[in-house]
């Protein structure tokens, strides 16, 4: 949706095919952390009005990334760089009202319910997509956005390969009340917390509120342009966001039983529950009192890098060619960097200055190099073959981290070069162009 965004703002026609039936369909994962990379992208490809609804509708930003053991004492708590303009700092989201921002001036532009099936080659250089329902459509570009499972790219690289990285997560959401917020460190409460415990076990947790209360109302304090922008934005019809808290739990997929991935959101709690009996009551009070309905398991993938293959008339952006774990949490800013790196080859299209296929070419010459960068170095932090995962070695590695962490916890200047590190791995200070 960024990407069609900005396209249609350089004056090309565009149509976007979504799989979901309706506007406020499916269930598309909680928070997302918008660094510097995506939100450059985003005030570059967004409608300037619609970018400043964006960061109107943005969850208020973390403060601190603080690493805990399970038993919730502070291993070390890194304060995030605040943001000094509006590309800057680490923007937290919600998935579904980042998702509802999107939509928001393009419902002229999207088809909804409708399910890609392949595509083919025209004589005249066009290519032609085919859906499940018997529609078609041409157009001079195909561009795959359609995630880790895309059937475009199964068509178009099929020796491009997404494999298992060795990690289930599960996932779920509770509401944020106060004695919900209380079960927390204050620190975590204002920002993000990473519990690493024993066995390879890794919890993350979100604290997310919004500028609008239970009701879908601006909240008191809100104030000026902001809560304007809340009242008069449309898309808050469709997104059933409220404050939250968020956790992920996740370990080596042979820690998991076989069939995890076929169970429900009252079985995943207690599971999670079953393998963190020795976690402070708080986290395990937070497990219990997630929503059933939220909770899934999810498989996580990674792409195997290719080399560049011959350009075509069919590109590809996102997690369609560089699927990620979480490590590196720069997923999201990766595809939304591919969206603006796109937008820009295809604006030198339009103004003459390269061919179609040039500007193609040049876009994935560039998205290649940093989406397969980010792939590995994404893989090697969160993978069910490092160290932390194995069952006597793990515990020396956690000792060993949280040796490191303590140490550093102590020194300012190694506490403000990890804290400016995850500001860098996450586009601050990088060039975009």
């Given at each position: 949706m960024a990407l069609a965004h900005g396209l249609r703002r350089a004056g090309f026609d565009v149509v976007v095919y979504e799989?979901?039936?309706?506007?406020?369909?499916?269930?598309?994962?909680?928070?997302?952390?918008?660094?510097?990379?995506?939100?450059?992208?985003?005030?570059?490809?967004?409608?300037?009005?619609?970018?400043?609804?964006?960061?109107?509708?943005?969850?208020?930003?973390?403060?601190?990334?603080?690493?805990?053991?399970?038993?919730?004492?502070?291993?070390?708590?890194?304060?995030?760089?605040?943001?000094?303009?509006?590309?800057?700092?680490?923007?937290?989201?919600?998935?579904?009202?980042?998702?509802?921002?999107?939509?928001?001036?393009?419902?002229?532009?999207?088809?909804?319910?409708?399910?890609?099936?392949?595509?083919e080659q025209r004589p005249d250089g066009r290519v032609t997509a085919y859906f499940d329902d018997g529609g078609e459509d041409t157009g001079d570009l195909l561009v795959a956005a359609d995630g880790a499972g895309s059937r475009v790219r199964r068509q178009y690289l099929p020796h491009a390969r997404v494999e298992d990285a060795g990690i289930i997560s599960v996932a779920a959401k509770l509401p944020l009340t106060p004695e919900s917020r209380a079960l927390l460190p204050q620190s975590v409460a204002d920002g993000i917390g990473l519990v690493l415990a024993p066995h390879g076990h890794?919890?993350?947790?979100?604290?997310?509120?919004?500028?609008?209360?239970?009701?879908?109302?601006?909240?008191?304090?809100?104030?000026?342009?902001?809560?304007?922008?809340?009242?008069?934005?449309?898309?808050?019809?469709?997104?059933?966001?409220?404050?939250?808290?968020?956790?992920?739990?996740?370990?080596?997929?042979?820690?998991?039983?076989?069939?995890?991935?076929?169970?429900?959101?009252?079985?995943?709690?207690?599971?999670?529950?079953?393998?963190?009996?020795?976690?402070?009551?708080?986290?395990?009070?937070?497990?219990?009192?997630?929503?059933?309905?939220?909770?899934?398991?999810?498989?996580?993938?990674?792409?195997?890098?290719?080399?560049?293959?011959?350009?075509?008339?069919?590109?590809?952006?996102?997690?369609?060619?560089?699927?990620?774990?979480?490590?590196?949490?720069?997923g999201a800013n990766t595809a939304l960097r591919d969206a603006a790196l796109l937008t820009r080859r295809l604006t030198d299209f339009r103004d003459g200055r390269s061919s179609l296929r040039e500007a193609v070419r040049a876009y994935e010459t560039k998205m290649i190099d940093y989406g397969f960068e980010a792939v590995l170095a994404s893989k090697a932090q969160t993978g069910g073959d490092q160290l932390i995962h194995r069952p006597y070695l793990g515990r020396l590695a956690l000792a060993a981290l949280r040796a490191q962490f303590h140490v550093a916890s102590r020194i300012p200047s190694a506490r403000q070069r990890m804290a400016d590190a995850l500001h860098t791995r996450r586009g601050g200070d990088r060039d975009q162009v």
């Open positions: 799989r979901d039936r309706t506007r406020g369909a499916g269930l598309h994962g909680y928070r997302v952390g918008i660094g510097p990379d995506g939100s450059a992208a985003l005030k570059q490809l967004l409608p300037p009005a619609l970018h400043e609804t964006f960061k109107a509708t943005c969850a208020r930003p973390p403060r601190h990334f603080v690493m805990l053991t399970e038993r919730l004492r502070t291993c070390i708590d890194l304060p995030l760089h605040p943001a000094v303009d509006e590309e800057s700092g680490e923007r937290s989201v919600s998935r579904m009202t980042l998702r509802q921002v999107l939509f928001t001036g393009m419902e002229d532009v999207i088809r909804f319910g409708r399910t890609f099936t392949h595509y890794t919890c993350i947790l979100h604290t997310m509120e919004f500028p609008w209360d239970r009701d879908g109302l601006v909240k008191d304090g809100i104030g000026g342009n902001d809560a304007d922008l809340v009242q008069r934005w449309p898309g808050l019809l469709f997104d059933n966001t409220r404050d939250y808290i968020n956790w992920g739990f996740w370990a080596s997929a042979d820690k998991f039983p076989s069939d995890v991935l076929k169970r429900d959101g009252h079985q995943l709690i207690e599971l999670v529950r079953e393998m963190t009996p020795k976690w402070h009551p708080n986290l395990r009070e937070l497990f219990r009192l997630a929503d059933p309905s939220t909770c899934f398991p999810i498989n996580i993938r990674t792409s195997v890098p290719v080399p560049q293959w011959p350009t075509g008339n069919v590109t590809l952006i996102g997690d369609a060619i560089h699927t990620m774990t979480p490590g590196q949490g720069v």
